[in-house]
């Protein structure tokens, strides 16, 4: 089965600055999917940026971008230019990309709180 | 396009109790399924359904029943509500590039 860890239960970063936030995983597959999901207090999910393994460049969607080290299985979110409105829970999560046999869910690492200091 | 909805928002059950709860999207999206979510825990994958009459179970598949008739919508039943299944559940369904869209989520309270 795919574990997914986030070592940092709780970041804090001063508005305007950049932060990275770590995600390891642990697979023996070589097509699956990576994500990271914003979970602000309203506790709406939001899918803020997506990987595909296959893919070597690394992902970004304006002030996010991750690095993506596919040998090393880590896949690191930087936030750039940080704003207020980015304060949340961020979930890091897995995806196969087999279909099946219990395979077709998001596994999720458990969160890291992140704090804007203004 | 309204996307996933859930209702109810909030739920309090007695343990023994029944429930509920409902899921639709309106994205026409094959793929649908349902997490909780505990403190500290992440989101854990309940149960799943690849199309209408397919279902299958996740990681944390006791005490919750799923059915699927119609593409749109993928209820969660609670058969016997214990103390150990408070949380919050949320409904996803996904989308061809594998995303996920997630509802807001039901808070549940089982006393």
């Known amino acids: 089965a795919q574990t997914v860890t986030q070592s940092q239960p709780e970041m804090s970063v001063q508005e305007a600055e950049t932060v990275t936030l770590s995600c390891t995983y642990d697979?023996?597959?070589?097509?699956?999917?990576l994500f990271w999901y914003k979970q602000p207090p309203s506790r709406q999910m939001i899918l803020v940026i997506r990987?595909?393994?296959?893919?070597?460049q690394n992902a970004t969607e304006n002030r996010f971008s991750v690095n993506f080290q596919k040998a090393a299985k880590s896949f690191s979110l930087k936030i750039s230019d940080s704003q207020l409105g980015d304060a949340a829970m961020y979930f890091c999560?897995?995806?196969?990309?087999?279909?099946?046999?219990?395979?077709?869910?998001?596994?999720f690492g458990k969160g890291t709180h992140l704090i804007i200091q203004p | 396009n309204a996307g996933v909805t859930q209702t109810p928002k909030f739920q309090v059950l007695k343990t023994g109790q029944s429930m509920t709860l409902q899921c639709a999207q309106d994205?026409?999206?094959?793929?649908m399924s349902w997490y909780r979510q505990d403190p500290g825990m992440g989101l854990r994958l309940i149960h799943y359904?690849?199309?209408?009459?397919?279902?299958d179970q996740g990681e944390v598949p006791n005490g919750y029943n799923v059915s699927r008739s119609t593409t749109e919508d993928f209820p969660l039943r609670l058969l016997s509500a214990a103390p150990s299944q408070t949380s919050v559940y949320f409904c996803?369904?996904?989308?061809?590039?594998?995303?996920?869209?997630f509802g807001p989520g039901t808070r549940l309270t089982v006393t």
């Open positions: 999560a897995y995806r196969s990309g087999y279909r099946g046999g219990g395979a077709d869910g998001l596994t």
């Open positions: 697979t023996s597959e070589s097509d699956y999917y």
């Open positions: 990987q595909e393994a296959y893919k070597q």
């Open positions: 994205m026409n999206h094959e793929y």
């Open positions: 359904s690849v199309g209408a009459g397919i279902t």
């Open positions: 996803a369904s996904m989308g061809r590039a594998y995303e996920q869209y």
